[in-house]
C-alpha cells in the first residue's frame, strides 16, 4: 500500500470511536485452534486482545499508525499480552506457522493464498467481512471464503446480518 492509503486509514481511525470486538469471534473462537495468532489489519487492536486474554500468543498489525497507537494503548489497558505491529497487508513480513490467523472487516483478495500457506497443520482462519453496505468490492459473496481458501476444510461458513463468517482449517 502506498503512504496515501496509510494516510486514508489513519483519517479512518482517527474519526472512529472506541473500537468493539468480532461478536462473530467471541462466539466462535472456540472452533479456533490455540496457540499462536496473527490478527491481519487488526485496527484498534480489541479482537488481538480478547484472543490474548483467552490464551493465544498474538501478533496483531496494521498499517495505520493511529490504529497501531490505539491498538497498543488497549492492549496495556486490558494487560492483555499482545506484540503490536506497523506493516501493510500487502507485503506481510510474518513467518509461520500460526495456530490461528484472524481476518475482520478487512478484505485484500490477493493475500488469501499467503495467509493460508502461514498457518499451521490442523490451524484455523476466521475471516468475517461484511456482504453488504459498503463498496461492492470490499463485500464477499456467498460461498467466496472457500473459494478464496481451496486448501482448506471449512469448519463454519456463516452469514449473520450483513456479515459473512468463515472458519477453515489446514489439513
Known amino acids: 500500500m502506498s503512504q496515501s492509503d496509510r494516510e486514508r486509514w489513519n483519517r479512518k481511525y482517527g474519526e472512529l470511536g472506541p473500537g468493539a470486538p468480532s461478536v462473530a469471534l ?3 473462537q472456540g472452533r479456533l485452534t490455540r496457540g499462536r495468532a496473527l490478527d ?3 485496527g484498534p487492536g480489541e479482537n488481538a486482545a480478547i484472543l490474548a486474554l483467552a490464551g493465544w500468543q498474538v501478533t496483531v498489525f496494521d498499517l495505520s499508525d493511529v490504529a497501531v497507537r490505539r491498538a ?3 492492549v496495556r489497558e486490558l494487560r ?3 506484540l503490536v505491529v506497523q506493516a501493510d497487508a500487502l ?4 513467518r509461520g506457522p500460526f495456530e490461528t ?7 485484500e483478495r490477493a493475500i488469501a493464498r499467503e495467509l493460508s500457506g502461514l498457518l499451521a497443520r ?3 482462519i476466521f475471516c468475517e ?5 459498503i463498496r461492492d468490492d470490499y463485500c464477499v459473496k456467498p460461498g467466496e471464503f472457500p473459494a478464496l481458501f481451496p486448501d482448506l476444510e471449512t469448519v463454519l461458513e456463516a452469514t449473520q446480518g450483513d456479515c459473512a463468517v468463515y472458519v477453515g482449517r489446514r489439513p
Do not use: K, M, S
Open 26 to 28: 467471541l462466539l466462535y
Open 91 to 94: 507485503h506481510l513480513p510474518f
Open 72 to 74: 497498543r494503548i488497549r
Open 80 to 82: 492483555a499480552e499482545a
Open 129 to 133: 467481512q461484511p456482504t453488504r453496505g
Open 101 to 107: 490467523i484472524v481476518v475482520t472487516r478487512f478484505l
Open 122 to 124: 490442523g490451524g484455523t
Open 40 to 42: 491481519v489489519a487488526g
